[in-house]
């Protein structure tokens, strides 16, 4: 399973989800600043903003869990398909291999997609919280920066698995011609 050369791309997408999961829930997702009485001031962002006893943040709130649940569901995909226990480069396998690097690149994505909705819903709430002449910014963490990174890696062992099992079934119809022009 995991010492087949198949399996690197499955661990680089489990191990960039795993990663940018944990990045969200232990590190700084943004950071606000604003300007009040002549003084600048700053309030972080953190995973607990998000969950239902968080500040302010209700607008965003399903929609980035939605992509942190979306990093799980690779995590479960990538460990249901290496645990099969199918011969390297059947056809079987290379079907269910396929199918599993398309589902964790389009996870992956979507993933992606939300989680920077998610940075553009809270900025949309910014602006109808703060007034106007308190002139407020946000800017990513360091912890959303890095799960976006890993989002990508993650994202990038989709795309790695798939482009294997092309090389698979290339080399599959290559050795199957070889052997049909030796028998004649």
Do not use: C
């Not at 680089?12 to 590190?27: E, N, R, V, W």
């Not at 919280?129 to 990508?152: D, H, K, N, R």
């Not at 080399?171 to 011609?177: N, R, S």
């Amino acid at each position: 399973m995991l010492t087949r050369p198949e399996s690197r791309s499955y661990l680089i997408a489990s191990l960039g989800a795993l990663i940018a999961a944990f990045t969200f829930l232990f590190l700084p997702f943004g950071a606000i600043s604003y300007q009040m009485a002549g003084s600048q001031r700053g309030i972080t962002i953190t995973a607990g903003d998000f969950t239902s006893n968080g500040a302010w943040f209700t607008l965003p709130l399903g929609v980035v869990w939605l992509s942190v649940l979306l990093l799980l569901a690779i995590i479960g995909i990538v460990l249901y398909t290496l645990t099969q226990n199918t011969k390297s480069n059947t056809s079987e396998e290379i079907y269910h291999s396929r199918w599993a690097g398309e589902i964790i690149t389009t996870l992956g994505v979507a993933s992606l997609v939300l989680y920077l909705w998610s940075y553009f819903l809270v900025i949309l709430r910014i602006q109808g919280v703060y007034p106007a002449q308190m002139q407020a910014t946000v800017s990513l963490g360091i912890g959303s920066l890095l799960t976006i990174f890993f989002m990508l890696v993650t994202i990038a062992g989709g795309v790695l698995t798939l482009t294997n099992k092309r090389k698979a079934r290339k080399q599959g119809t290559g050795q199957l011609a070889t052997k049909n022009s030796a028998q004649a």
